[in-house]
């Protein structure tokens, strides 16, 4: 058998195993314009990555391959502790273990091609080491979910400056949606939108990143695989 993914625990030797990754499109209105949408309030989606697509951070990843634009998605990163259908707004704090931060990486080329041909978005979204996270902090150290610095600075350059404030869907909200659709498990982690600033990584860059209060990262783009 293969070793369960999990994501390690801030101040702490334990883990928490991985079960799924769930990832909200779309969830900065910035960001929205930025890919050429209209942010509005339409109702959120979501794609997956696999488990093992996380990865502890720091860690050096292989630039990926089959892509000439991979992209960086700074993201405020979600647990869920206590599984759940149809989880109310106001009791969705209830089923978070943790938060931390992580970045969705993207095959930017190819999940362009795939929307123009309808395709699925896997090979853009869902490839190996595509999910970065920083260890978890227990919901009880983290100050908020709702406001605070979320920010991705590429070899010092700040890229991606925003705050949770400005999500479309906070995390009540989104983690409400996705629980009428999807029984929530403990374990699954969501990955809740990325605001405005994504661009290109090459090889031999490094990308530090957090959410105030919460997580820092750093990742490494090593050479091709
Ligand atoms: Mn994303």
Redesign the pocket.
Known sequence: PAPIPSVAVDGSEDRLPVRRIF???RNYAAHAREMGKDPTREAPFFFTKPADAALDTPCTIPYPPQTEDLHH?I?LVIAIGKGGRNIAEADVMDHVWGASVGI?L?RRDLQAEAKKAGRPWDWG?AFDNSAPIAALKPIADVPSVEQGRIWLAVNGEVRQDADLADLIWSVREHVAILSQSMALAPGDII?T??PAGVAALVEGDVVTGGVDGIATLEVTIGPRA
């Open positions: 990832c909200v499109g998605e993201e969705d993207t979204k990955m939108g990325t």
